[in-house]
């Protein structure tokens, strides 16, 4: 079974750096491109970047370019969203999703990693 | 940047209602368009994806349809599993981008 576990929920001051997790299992981990999308409270759903463990190629939506990284680590099929330094409006739940090509459908989903930016 | 907008934000239907969704994008994107359903407190799943093709396993009330600007999102007789929000999103060049979402009421 396809399988995308998230880490849990984090509660951060602002100015704090974070790295959230998206552990894989089920099937062939380089095969496919994974993306983060994110949600604020109440909000919709936004594009944050897609990489391709294969080969580490990363892009970013210029909305998120240079306020996030995006990893990959082969050997524990998983993927990671790191932050340098949140901010309050960081706040929000992320998800991680799978597709089979850069430009096409998510097809699994992570059940979220709500993240809390408060003083 | 694709802008996509859909319509309407909000949308309040019973149960066998015949509900409609529209969804434009701001250049052509050809059949390069996804819908996903939300329900509260889950992640989305896929419902139909390449404008009008229903992921496996979603039932035929669900259609898509459309191509170029201008889709449309349809579920034919409303069920109460149904109840949901709905985004439609376009793969045709990054950044990949959603439109706001349809609360289906």
């Known amino acids: 079974d396809v399988h995308l576990e998230q880490s849990g929920a984090e509660v951060k001051k602002p100015g704090e750096s974070l790295n959230i997790s998206c552990k894989t299992s089920g099937f062939a981990f380089t095969d496919y491109y994974f993306a983060w999308v994110r949600q604020m409270p109440g909000k919709g759903l936004e594009w944050m970047g897609i990489?391709?463990?294969?080969?580490?190629?990363?892009r970013y939506s210029p909305s998120f370019q240079g306020r996030v990284t995006i990893s990959a680590d082969k050997s524990f099929t998983t993927v990671y969203l790191q932050w340098s330094s949140l901010q309050a409006s960081d706040t929000a739940l992320y998800y991680c999703a799978r597709t089979a090509m850069i430009l096409h459908h998510f097809d699994s989903w992570g059940p979220g990693t709500l993240v809390t930016v408060s003083t | 940047d694709i802008q996509m907008t859909q319509s309407p934000s909000s949308l309040s239907a019973s149960v066998g209602d015949r509900v409609t969704i529209t969804c434009r994008a701001s250049h052509d994107i050809n059949y390069s368009l996804n819908w996903y359903q939300q329900k509260p407190g889950r992640a989305p799943k896929i419902v139909i994806y390449d404008a009008s093709i229903l992921d496996t396993g979603v039932p035929s009330r669900f259609s898509g349809s459309g191509s170029g600007t201008d889709f449309t999102f349809t579920i034919s007789s409303l069920q109460p599993e149904d109840i949901a929000t709905y985004y439609c999103q376009q793969y045709d060049s990054l950044p990949l981008t959603f439109a706001g979402g349809t609360k289906l009421e």
């Open positions: 990489i391709f463990p294969g080969n580490s190629d990363t």
